[in-house]
Nanobody
């Protein structure tokens, strides 16, 4: 099982960046995929999640309206388009496979497989 995030880099505030999560070794169409981030000195937080079919998507309040998650099961890849980036978005972003469930206040997740991350730095 492999999940590999890519596409990170340095971007100016207000800019955009697209991340990809390439997967292999498991049936992607049976798993929800979540994006997570961890900033220096902070706990890991869930950023977004997409259901196995792509029919449901979930976002953390901090990224709603700026980030868009999508998936292409035929290409075994999940994407995270990040727009209007802010310095506080700086973190290592990683992807994981499991389940995501809507809650009254957002969503919860339970992940089975985790991948390596990619660093996103938002700075002028």
């Amino acid at each position: 099982v492999q999940l590999q995030a890519s596409g990170g880099g340095l971007v100016q505030p207000g800019g955009s960046l697209g991340l990809s999560c390439a997967t292999s070794g498991f049936p992607l169409d049976r798993y929800a995929i979540g994006w997570f981030r961890q900033a220096p000195g902070k706990e890991r937080e869930g950023v977004s999640c997409i259901s196995s079919s792509g029919g449901s998507t979930y976002y953390a309040d901090s990224v709603k309206g700026r980030f868009t998650i999508s998936r292409d099961n035929a290409k075994n890849t999940v994407y995270l388009q990040m727009n209007s980036l802010k310095p506080e978005d700086t973190a290592v972003y990683s992807c994981a496979a499991g389940i995501c469930i809507a809650t009254m206040t957002g969503y919860q997740y339970g992940m089975d497989y985790w991948g390596e991350g990619t660093l996103v730095t938002v700075s002028s």
